[in-house]
């Protein structure tokens, strides 16, 4: 399902674990594919497992990704959601357990897609006519939490992004919990599902906007600052 040649020279565990993925060597993946969603249309889940390395891990890519599909490290969002079969008494009671844990998983991203949904007209409202939809794995923004979806709803005028991100768990646990970020250049903010989205983002410019006051008002105060030392340097 991976396709090898990769060699890039990439630094950090998340880059190692990539680059390992390339490699079918001990390693097992089971995909799952999600259709008929609102804003992704479809997106396919990757479990993947690697015997030497002792990893079970989770991985998300845009579209439905069948047998045999080639994918390259790029195409892969980690998810930190990860099944965890290790209550398991046999094979039986694993299938089970995986199978419980990826509807889990299957739900989580079904209502995470929706609300992009639901968000998607006010946005567009409120920041300009036209809302692009951003399937990228690797986004130009720092976020404060690991994204579930590899979708984004982009509006260009504001150079804002809104998507789903989520916390660290395993799928053992339940449905992982959810919130919508919204991030504008280095300013970001996340704002439970259940938020009115039209309030959100009035909110969310209000937020930027003040921030970007205040680093002015920051920066205009240590400009003068540095003035009145330089006077005081020449007077001395």
């Known amino acids: 399902m991976f396709e090898s040649g990769h060699h890039e020279e990439q630094d950090g565990a998340e880059d190692l674990l990539r680059r390992a993925l390339l490699d079918d060597s001990s390693a097992v993946s089971v995909s799952l594919r999600i ?10 889940v990757v479990f993947y497992a690697r015997r030497d390395l002792g990893t079970l891990q989770t991985y998300l890519t845009p579209g439905s990704r069948g047998a045999g599909s080639v994918l390259s490290a790029g195409e892969l969002l980690r998810v930190p959601c990860d099944l965890d079969l290790a209550d ?22 079904l209502s995470a897609d929706v609300v992009l949904a639901v968000w998607r007209e006010p946005l567009q409202r409120l920041a300009g006519r036209v809302i692009e939809i951003d399937h990228r794995v690797n986004l130009d923004l720092a976020l404060p939490k690991p994204r579930l979806l590899p979708t984004a709803l982009i509006a260009p005028d504001l150079q804002l992004l809104v998507t789903a991100v ?13 919130g919508i970020v919204c991030a504008q250049q280095d300013v970001t903010k996340i704002y439970p599902l259940q938020e009115d989205p039209e309030a959100c983002v009035v909110d969310f410019l209000d937020y930027s906007a003040n921030r970007a006051r205040r680093l002015a008002e920051r920066l205009a105060h240590q400009e003068a600052s540095v003035e009145r030392f330089l006077e005081i340097s020449d007077a001395a």
């Open 88 to 109: 398991a008494e046999d094979a039986d009671e694993a299938r089970e357990l995986y199978g419980a844990q990826a509807r889990t998983l299957r739900d989580a991203v």
């Open 166 to 178: 989520t916390s660290p768990r395993t799928l053992a646990e339940g449905r992982p919990p959810l």
């Open 35 to 44: 259709d008929g969603l609102p804003v992704s249309e479809a997106v396919t």
